[in-house]
């Protein structure tokens, strides 16, 4: 990194994906950079707070609350983002297409939304679709919902067109049957499906074959999917505490289960799971901060 290079607020929007707004409410609130100001009061920031700000989008993407993300950072737990050059400027095209998506959003216009989606993965490709326009959109949603700027609804519909939308996608990337299979699946009575099918989309890009279980899918069909499709890992994510308010009876059958599968790797990650694994560790599921990190270690 260039430690004597600076950047305008503009440039780490355009850099990040994130709105000015965004990025002054996460300074205001959460603390997590503190850019120079020059004499005429605009803010100025440095390589490595870009990189903080990545580090941050990064962690909600995991599934982390801002609030979370913001607190581990500080805490200095350094992702490898903070190690790598910050990439060039994203075009124009990225930050218009962020705002075209709110401004659909606002009005409630599913359509709009979808034919803004589609436009950009034909400009840009699957995979900066997903990291540079369909993730900091997300967060964008997050925000305006927390300040009271959009309704439930406006959240809602935003959420389903790009819930759906990743589910597209992901079932247009072709990998050869050969390729190794993994199953993701929310816990049961967990919902928030959103970030498991963002991992399992980052999942193909490294090249594996990937199926997906509904929201808050029945016990027994996480087993039965392992008994027939044999994949080599089983991802599992608890973003909030809700799949273990039946005292554990559910997570310690699917832990004894996964102990009688040892061909199959289990991971659970997520908020809700890192509770877990402080009040009622598990015996044979791996409970991780981040389930991107097994990719660090394996290979398709």
């Excluded at 994130?18 to 990025?23: H, M, P, T």
């Excluded at 699957?126 to 997050?142: A, M, N, S, W």
């Excluded at 039965?224 to 089983?234: D, E, F, G, I, M």
């Amino acid at each position: 990194m260039n430690d004597n290079q600076t950047y305008s607020i503009q440039q780490v929007s355009e850099m990040t994906g994130l709105s000015k707004q965004l990025i002054r409410k996460w300074e205001d609130r959460y603390e997590i950079v503190a850019p120079q100001r020059l004499p005429n009061g605009y803010r100025v920031y440095t390589d490595k707070e870009v990189a903080t700000l990545l580090h941050v989008l990064q962690l909600t993407k995991e599934g982390y609350s801002i609030k979370q993300a913001a607190e581990q950072v500080k805490n200095n737990e350094e992702s490898p983002i903070l190690q790598q050059q910050v990439p060039d400027a994203h075009e124009q095209y990225i930050a218009d297409t962020i705002q075209k998506l709110i401004h659909a959003g606002t009005i409630g216009d599913d359509t709009k939304m979808l034919h803004t989606l589609q436009q950009a993965h034909h400009t840009l490709g699957v995979k900066r679709t997903v990291d540079h326009v369909i993730v900091p959109f997300l967060y964008e949603v997050g925000e305006l919902w927390c300040a009271g700027i959009w309704e439930e609804f406006q959240e809602a519909l935003s959420s389903l067109v790009i819930r759906d939308y990743l589910a597209y996608l992901r079932r247009q990337l072709y990998l050869p049957s050969n390729a190794t299979p993994i199953l993701g699946s929310c816990l049961p009575n967990e919902r928030h499906e959103i970030p498991m099918q963002l991992l399992l989309l980052q999942s193909m890009f490294l090249g594996y074959r990937t199926t997906m279980l509904g929201p808050s899918p029945a016990p027994a069909a996480i087993q039965s999917a392992v008994q027939q499709l044999k994949p080599k890992y089983v991802l599992l994510s608890a973003l909030t505490e809700l799949p273990f308010q039946d005292q554990y009876r559910m997570i310690d059958e699917l832990d004894a289960f996964a102990g009688n599968h040892p061909e199959t790797t289990f991971y659970l990650g997520g908020p809700g799971a890192l509770k877990l694994k402080r009040l009622h560790p598990l015996q044979h599921i791996q409970i991780v901060a981040r389930i991107e990190d097994i990719f660090k270690t394996s290979s398709p």
